[in-house]
Every structure is written in C-alpha cells, then in structure tokens.
C-alpha cells in the first residue's frame, strides 16, 4: 500500500488545504476582507480599526499589548496611536511603576467612534457563524482560544510583557 506521499501528485490533497496554519490564514483574510470593505466605507485604516477595537473595552494598554491584541507591528502601532491621538479617540497615559512603558486608552469620544463598527464586526461574525449553529460556533471559538493560549496568547493584557 502506498503511502500519501508515495500517491500521484494530482489524487494528493494540496498541503495548505489540510495544514491548519494554512487554514486560519486562509479563513482570517476571507473574513476581515468582507468587514474591511466596511471599516473603510467608514473611513477608517483596518489598523485604526484594530487599534480602536483593541482598546474598546479596556483599561489602558500598552503600545506592545495593542500591538499583539491587534496584530500589528509596534512602530506601526505607534503610528497609529499618533494619528489617533492627534483626532482626540486615545490617549496616552506615563507606565505605572515603568516610565518606559507608555500606556493607552480609547477616550470616550473614540469609543463613540467604534462603537457602530463594534456593532457592525458583531452582525458579520453572526453571518459568518450562522451556518455552523450556536454549539459548534461556541467550539470553534473555545478551540481557537485554547490554542492562542497554548502558544503565548493566554497572558491577559495587564500582564502580558513588551
């Protein structure tokens, strides 16, 4: 018997289409390229977006927490917070017991701002679930969790590290 790497090329299934980082790649750009159409109908940069996402609910957070909550680099980042900051949405506050470390929060302004792409992220991720039903939407979501957490994403903000 022939193993799966011993078979014809064409009756091999291609490897990205069975390797899960692959797979979440894949399925991350179809879903947020659907709802970035509508971030920048808005008239905000998808990384405004995340940074003001990250920050939406939050205490304040530092550039290199916001930077791994939104998936962004750090300069990047600061960047942004730059341009945010300037538009009165976030603000930036001196480290707790750090100088080093600049911390930031979403003003109450910048939560009004996000607060109608909060709802519209929400009705998207309710479209996109739809198919799969509540039980297994909960699964996948529980799933990813657990493995963001099982490579270095389970520290909460507080106390993750720059």
């Known amino acids: 018997m022939k ?3 011993q078979a014809p090329a064409e009756s091999r299934p291609l490897f990205a289409s069975d390797y899960l980082p692959a797979l979440l790649a894949q ?24 940074v003001l996402a990250s920050l939406s609910n939050a205490v304040a957070l530092s550039i290199g927490q916001i930077a791994r909550l939104s ?6 980042v600061t960047r942004v917070i730059d ?20 911390m930031v929060e979403i003003t109450p302004a910048g939560r009004e701002v996000v607060a109608e ?7 998207n991720e309710q479209r996109v679930l739809l198919p799969f039903g509540q039980k297994r939407s909960a699964e996948l979501k529980a ?12 520290q909460p903000p507080a106390q993750a590290r720059d």
């Open 71 to 76: 998936v962004t680099t750090q300069p990047t």
């Open 143 to 154: 799933a990813l969790q657990q493995i963001i957490a099982l490579h270095g994403g389970d």
């Open 83 to 102: 341009k945010l900051e300037a538009r009165g949405d976030v603000r930036r506050l001196a480290g707790q017991g750090d100088r080093r470390i600049t």
């Open 117 to 123: 792409l909060i709802d519209l992220a929400r009705q």
């Open 27 to 50: 399925a991350s750009e179809l879903i947020s390229h659907e709802f970035h159409r509508v971030v920048l109908s808005k008239g905000f940069t998808v990384t405004e977006w995340r």
């Open 3 to 5: 193993s799966a790497a």
